[in-house]
């Protein structure tokens, strides 16, 4: 599913990313990687709070588009 309509509060593991390389190589320097287990902290109609490892990072809805969560 889509990191959009995940649930808040609950953690959940990067699957996908469905984006152009340029924007991949960014989340990926922010530590968005198949695999990684982030915690959506908040989810406004554009975008997203999530908790990456010890840190918090916001999204637009640009970026997370093309994530997807399992």
Same mark, same amino acid.
């Given at each position: 599913?889509?990191?959009?309509?995940?649930v808040?509060g *609950? *953690?959940?593991?990067?699957?996908r =990313?469905?984006?152009d390389?340029k924007?991949?190589?960014?989340? *990926?320097n =922010?530590g968005?990687?198949?695999?990684q287990?982030v915690t959506?902290l908040?989810?406004t109609?554009?975008?997203?709070?999530l908790k990456?490892?010890?840190?918090?990072i916001?999204?637009?809805?640009?970026?997370?588009a093309?994530?997807f969560?399992?």
């Amino acid at each position: 599913m889509p990191l959009k309509f995940a649930v808040i509060g *609950e *953690e959940v593991e990067i699957k996908r =990313l469905t984006t152009d390389d340029k924007l991949k190589r960014h989340l *990926e320097n =922010l530590g968005i990687v198949v695999g990684q287990k982030v915690t959506v902290l908040s989810a406004t109609g554009n975008g997203v709070i999530l908790k990456v490892k010890d840190g918090r990072i916001a999204l637009d809805g640009k970026m997370s588009a093309g994530i997807f969560v399992a």
